[in-house]
């Protein structure tokens, strides 16, 4: 992704996992967006273990923020879109914009041989989006 378009990207993605280190419960947290910058790194703020993705790793939160991305660009449409649910009564449709609301969304990858849960919190474009 080139550097002009991370930095046209408004939205704040945070991203959070567990630190790795077995005895440190804490929590890791940075900016999707940065990790397209070529000098990235982040650091537990408990134990201060020092994190450089590698280049595969960095391609897949990479995609993800493509993903958030293409949402955003198509939040003007959201209100008209909904996920249909087949219930015994019938159909029930849920608005997506409301799905992006309520449902937790998170990617899991391999990191150094473990499966690691990356917690994804995006900040919408607007106040008015998702009401």
């Not at 990790?35 to 201060?48: E, T």
Request: aromatic share 6%.
């Amino acid at each position: 992704m080139s550097n002009e378009a991370v930095e046209s990207i408004q939205a704040k993605a945070q991203v959070d996992f567990e630190c790795l280190e077995d005895a440190c419960k804490g929590i890791v947290k940075f900016n999707l967006v940065d990790v397209a910058k070529k000098s990235f790194n982040v650091s537990c703020p408990s134990c201060r273990k020092l994190y450089d993705f590698n280049n595969d790793l960095r391609e897949k939160l990479n995609k993800l923020l493509r993903l958030i991305m293409a949402v955003r660009e198509a939040e003007s449409i959201l209100g008209d879109c909904n996920v249909s649910v087949n219930v015994p009564g019938g159909e029930v449709k849920i608005p997506y914009a409301l799905l992006l609301t309520r449902l937790n969304t998170m990617i899991t990858l391999n990191v150094g041989g473990k499966k690691v849960d990356f917690h994804l919190w995006v900040e919408p474009s607007s106040p008015d989006t998702f009401r």
